[in-house]
């Protein structure tokens, strides 16, 4: 059955409440590349998204135009369930992680996942059960005092979730956050990601080149094409079983493993076909 076809849904689905919407999103930077074309996606309340796709398809560009941090050519973002700022963003709903940690070095870890709350006007004393609630969720609530440098690269990759968290958003964007960490620390990070969307309920969107990656985390993977980058399938993923080491070897997840990873070949091998 096509991939495509895979994606029958099911009348709980349709009463799930779409928490960002993107209609026929095209991007053509000024240099002319055109990163997306005509790309429509509805994320739902709760729901973990793994973009994927090959190097260069506009999964960056599309979380960053979601995060508000580039604006579309033609088409627009919409959130039905949010209430929205003068920009156009639902102040204070998402959370972003980049691929670096992009912490302060000359700060230790409160005072960089206070940042966030200081930009808007939280004093110290009154974010500090909040910054050590959210320290604590990634385990390093003894580590607040810390320097950047005294942290391990996963530490650190910690500490900028905590920083993405600390605003409690509806939805984090995570752009290939774990990409420059070794495998066991990367496994590691993706059980605490997991651990952390199931208990807090917050919708996820995770940018990733690797299909291991994305079909461990996700409940569904949307596999990109490039030039122009816009959707070439939706794959569902649902297990009965628990993402866990065990999951990690078990026969479900090599299946969905290969789903995944035939999606990824069909996109590279139909580029530029409309
Ligand atoms: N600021 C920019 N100005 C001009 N072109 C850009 C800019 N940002 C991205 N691009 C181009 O847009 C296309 C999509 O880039 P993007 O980074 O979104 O892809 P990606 O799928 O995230 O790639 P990768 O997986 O390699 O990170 C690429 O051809 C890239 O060179």
């Known amino acids: 059955m096509p991939l495509a076809e895979a994606q029958a849904v099911s009348p709980q689905e349709t009463r799930k409440r779409a928490l960002v919407v993107m209609r026929s999103v095209s991007k053509v930077f000024s240099s002319g590349t055109v990163a997306l074309s005509d790309m429509s996606l509805t994320v739902e309340s709760g729901e973990f998204v793994s973009l994927l796709g090959p190097s260069g398809c506009g999964k960056s560009t599309a979380l960053r135009i979601i995060a508000g941090l580039g604006d579309v050519t033609s088409g627009a973002i919409d959130w039905p369930s949010s209430r929205i700022n003068s920009k156009g963003l639902p102040e204070g709903d998402i959370g972003f992680v980049f691929q670096e940690p992009t912490l302060m070095p000359w700060k230790n870890v409160f005072d960089n996942v206070h940042l966030p709350l200081r930009l808007r006007g939280v004093s110290k004393a009154a974010a500090s059960d909040r910054i050590m609630d959210v320290l604590t969720t990634v385990g390093l609530q003894d580590f607040a005092k810390a ?7 996963g530490m ?106 035939h999606s990824l070949i069909g996109a590279i091998n139909s580029a530029g076909d409309h």
């Open 156 to 261: 650190r990759m910690r500490v900028s979730i905590a920083r993405a968290l600390v605003t409690k958003p509806k939805l984090l964007l995570m752009d290939e956050p774990f990409a420059a960490l070794d495998e066991i620390t990367r496994q590691k990070l993706n059980d605490d990601v997991l651990r952390l969307w199931k208990t807090t309920g917050i919708t996820v969107i995770f940018v990733t080149h690797s299909v291991f990656e994305s079909a461990y985390l996700s409940n569904r993977i949307v596999v990109m094409k490039a030039r122009p980058g816009r959707v070439h399938a939706d794959v569902p993923l649902t297990t009965s079983l628990e993402r866990d080491a065990y999951y990690r070897s078990s026969e479900e997840y090599r299946k969905a493993c290969e789903t995944v990873s």
């Open 147 to 153: 320097y950047p440098r005294e942290l391990s690269g």
